[in-house]
């Protein structure tokens, strides 16, 4: 039955489909145009614009303006310390906090997990949390910008949502083979959630990476900026990398944009998985 | 520890709890991590509001005021502009993007072919990976009003404007809103399909055979089994979302300019610049009320959302 039915529906809807094709098409291409448009860009070495698909006088001399200049280094350096250094602490402190928000019989455990709500529901705010950043001197320091973001309550609520799929059974055994706590967790929690790992890891990641905000508030020794910060300052105009060879100022400024997501476009399209599955583990259960 | 016995609550109570809290000894060390950082950047800040009571400028101890600080913020008009302004952004932001969400959705759930299915959502997600300063970059270039504008260069190709009279969108009052919202539909109505998508792969396909015999079509299919298997994930994302629309920060502070402030400016970028941008000392007093003010707000709405939930979502709440 179902397969005559779908046979009649193919039949029926062909239309339909081509259409829905083609809106597809024009959405990606709107999705991709813009991004496009700067990777034309910042291999042109003409400054005629305009809409163009191809570069018209191609050549790598925006890119090579961007690392050729010693001011970028940095910057690329404290990006890539602070995302390595905070998504670990970021992942350590979550896998721990929500494997004791497991043990619904620990005496305390309602009053750890009313600790963490609370701070969804209220804030200090912007400028209560400065003032504390900065009575620890945490402000101009790489330090403070790590540690920050590094308890992240909505990433411990989806670690524990994920840990509450691993059988209790499993927990039992391990107990009574003899594994503590601590045992348990890390040869029965952590191999389990190798999956929970990767796309909490990487959220964590990619908000490291981007941040952009907390450099704003906490840094403004410019040798601590991160890559957002300089290309930021560099696309405003104040900071622009000196135009080498035959590349234009907005060679240049396209050149240092694409530098900034490369690195993610890389290897997005094998982490996707993983980003999708932490959005699903978060609607099973908020 | 050697009488393994948790799912005998009886047998638990009879242990004393200094024992329990012992046989817990390392859970407790475990979550310490967790306490701390939660001391240092969520609780010491909550404390901190109290400062909005008094004058503060970060050289002087703080002087109590009383009310002081409420006072001139309701009387100053920049600061409703910038609540009102709140408000309105992030509610028309949150209906659009859902709004897009949804019919990207249905309709990538009726590709057939399978490839172009996984490559269109693999495009559409790409850009909320981006950074605001990032997006903000790329966007600026394109509405730029100058040769380089990609908008304004097809506008003119197309005849619809003429040449000498590009818009400078992001730096005109009258279309600031407009492009934050293209921007911000561009950037994350393709990441929003990702739950919707998993509500629609959940549906029973009974359903659709089912109605199928009853003679309907796809319209009709659409209409009447996938939108109402939908509209509870609407729900809760238009809920879980809601309760956030006091955070708008860093989306509007990357993309605003002086040009443009009496649009631009919400709760949180007016706190930046009275602060850290205001010549002179900074009265970190008012700032912070201004920021308790908006903290107040947030909390309402997340516990209205909060109660919304639970009357929707079966008793689940969202905190």
Redesign the interface.
Known sequence: ??KE?KMK?KV??KP??II??I??VI??L??????W??LV?SLDLRT????KLIPEKFGFDGYISVFTNKTLYRPLIVSLLTTVAGTFLGL??ST??A??LI?W????RNF?AN???F??????????????M?S?HLTNSLLGVI??P??SVYN?VLMRNFFEGIPQSLF?AA??DGC???AT?FRVVLPLSKAALASIGLMFA?SY?????NY??YITNDQLYNF??K??SI?LGSDLPSANGGATE?TV??AA?IT??LP??IL??FL?KY??KG??IG?V?? | ?KK?N?NNSVA?RKVP?SA??YK?R???L??L???I??I??????????L?SFTKYN?IKDPTFVGMDNFERMFSMPKFWEAFWNTLELSIIKLLLNTGMAVI?SL??N????LK?KK??Q??????H??????T???????LSP???G?VN??LI?IGVLEKGSEVYFLGSVKWWRFAYYVINI?KDT??GT??FM?TLSGINPELY?AA??DGA??WKKMRYVTFPALLNTIITVLI?NLAKVMNL??SV??LQNDAVVSTAQVL?TY??AQ??NGSGIPN?GY??AV??F??LV??AL??VCNYLSKKVREG?G??
């Open positions: 039955m179902s039915a529906d029926h809807i339909f489909n829905n094709g809106l597809f959405v990606c709107i999705i991709l145009v813009p991004i448009k700067v860009d005629a614009y305009g809409m350590t402190i721990l906090g494997y004791v043990q019989e620990m005496p305390g750890f600790f963490l709500l701070t969804m529901i209220f804030s200090g705010g912007m400028i209560p949390t400065y003032l504390v900065k620890l540690l920050l590094a308890l411990l039992e107990t009574l503590t706590p601590m967790f990619v990476w981007n941040d952009y905000t704003k508030l957002q910060m290309l930021r696309v907005n400024r396209n944009v900034a997501i993610f476009m997005y399209p996707q980003f999708v959005v699903n609607a259960k908020e | 520890m393994k948790v638990v709890l329990r809290i817990y390392w859970f407790y475990m979550f991590p967790v306490l950082f939660g240092l950047f969520y609780y010491m800040p909550m404390l901190g509001v400062l970060g990207l309709l990538l009726e590709i057939i072919n172009l490559l269109a693999t495009i559409i997600y790409l850009p990976f981006m950074s605001w300063v990032v903000a970059s790329v966007w600026g270039m394109i100058t040769s380089e990609l260069t097809f190709s561009w393709g990441w990702i739950i998993a055979e199928a015999i079509g796809r879980l920060f860093e502070f990357v949180q706190i930046y602060t850290f970190y700032s912070t920021g308790l908006r903290s947030g909390c997340v516990l689940r969202i905190v």
